[in-house]
């Protein structure tokens, strides 16, 4: 069987953490965590970068330090995961979901002008794949319309958009470190704060709403209670396993873009032939290899095709079901438009395997299966 996904480990990680446990140091912040933070800042230019229990937890702060309410609306794809929604529905907000375009599978920038109401607070860019969306276009929607741009970056680390890394680009950024993400922790996750001025509050908020940081600073002579706030720190133990990821990640990127342009290679023939087609990146994105997918011609069935993929030992997958026709995306959100693209990438695109390690061989294993499979 080749497995969908296999964890990737440098084999530094047990190493970390025995040097986190001899530390003493067992809860957030401490040296791990201040390595990775560095890191994370270094790489991506935001002025803070505060690691969370998971990207949901960073959506959740994202929101809280956007000032999303009650009523408020906010902009985002139908097609992503859950959390990307509940963050915001969390807080009170409706989520309102704008077609994808058909290339790249990301928010349709043409679309969300339309989309905005005097209840709008916020468009959430998500970065299918590692490719990143149309970043000047939102950007200048959302300055014209003096709306906050929140990046959900869970599949983007290490991707770039016009040199600039995802995450990093709009007002705050959100990563995933989750087991199925290219750089791991289990499960793990980071927020970027693109403002300075902002740093400040996203630390309370992660502190369960006190002022800590700034005691342990000793930029506070007390610490208490001052804002709204939940615990969103991982503690050190998780800090230190990622800490040996991210000092892989140009490896772990580089390998994986290897494997994903091998498929790409391997693919060609069968887009040519009309039974699919291939991912788009374009010119102006340097992607991550977080995925390798397909989109079916309409005439296949996805479901024959996933069937006979794994009868014959490839565990292919797919995603997701559109967030608007989900039963808590009904109740909670509303669709703006027609979501013809949505519906169709939801019912037709398929997962291949991607992982490290996986060899030349069994790619080739894979598309001659899924040739036969497509009929
Ligand atoms: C994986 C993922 C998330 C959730 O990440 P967690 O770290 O598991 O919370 C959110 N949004 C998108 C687009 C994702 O792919």
């Known amino acids: 069987m080749i497995p969908f996904n296999k964890p990737f480990v440098t084999n530094r990680e047990l190493g970390y953490i025995a040097e986190a446990y001899g530390n003493a140091h067992l809860s957030g912040d401490g040296a791990f965590t201040k390595k990775c933070h560095a890191w994370l800042e270094a790489q991506t230019g935001a002025s803070k970068a505060l690691l969370t229990h998971s990207c949901t937890a960073a959506l959740e702060m994202a929101a809280m330090l956007a000032g999303i309410g009650p009523g408020d609306e906010v902009i985002m794809p139908s097609y992503t995961f ?33 989309a905005i109401t005097d209840r709008t607070r916020a468009i959430v860019a998500v970065h299918y794949a590692g490719v990143a969306c149309a970043m000047d276009a939102l950007q200048e929607i959302a300055r014209r319309h003096q709306l906050l741009l929140i990046e959900d970056a869970a599949q983007g680390v290490m991707a770039r958009y016009k040199g600039q890394a995802l995450g990093a680009i709009g007002d705050f950024g959100t990563y995933s470190f989750h087991e199925t993400k290219n750089v791991t922790c289990g499960e793990g996750g980071a927020l970027l704060v693109k403002a300075p001025d902002a740093a400040q509050r996203a630390e309370i908020i992660r502190e369960k709403g006190t002022n800590r940081s700034q005691f342990f600073r000793g930029q506070v002579d007390k610490y208490t209670w001052v804002d709204v706030g939940s615990s969103y720190l991982p503690g050190e133990l ?44 374009p010119a102006d994105c340097e992607h991550n290899a977080h995925m390798y997918y397909v989109v079916l011609a309409p005439h296949l069935d996805r479901q024959q095709v996933l069937a006979g993929l794994r009868a014959a030992g490839v ?61």
């Not at 990307?84 to 969390?90: K, M």
């Not at 390998?255 to 291939?278: K, T």
């Open 315 to 375: 565990n292919a997958v797919f995603h997701y079901v559109p967030l608007h026709s989900a039963p808590a995306g009904r109740q909670f959100g509303r669709a703006h438009g027609s979501l013809a693209v949505t519906d169709r990438v939801g019912e037709q695109l398929l997962r291949l395997p991607l992982w490290i390690g996986l060899t030349a061989e069994a790619q080739e294993d894979v598309v001659r299966h899924l040739r036969i499979s497509l009929g």
């Open 82 to 114: 859950v959390s990307t929604a509940n963050a915001f529905v969390l807080r009170g907000a409706v989520p309102v979901f704008v077609d994808i375009r058909a290339d790249t599978c990301n928010l349709d920038e043409t679309l969300v002008e339309a």
């Open 238 to 281: 998780v800090a230190a396993f990622l800490w040996a990821q991210l000092q892989e990640a140009e490896t772990i990127t580089a390998a994986r873009l290897a494997i994903w342009a091998r498929y790409h290679a391997l693919l060609a023939p069968l887009e040519a032939a009309g039974l699919l087609r291939r991912p788009v990146v």
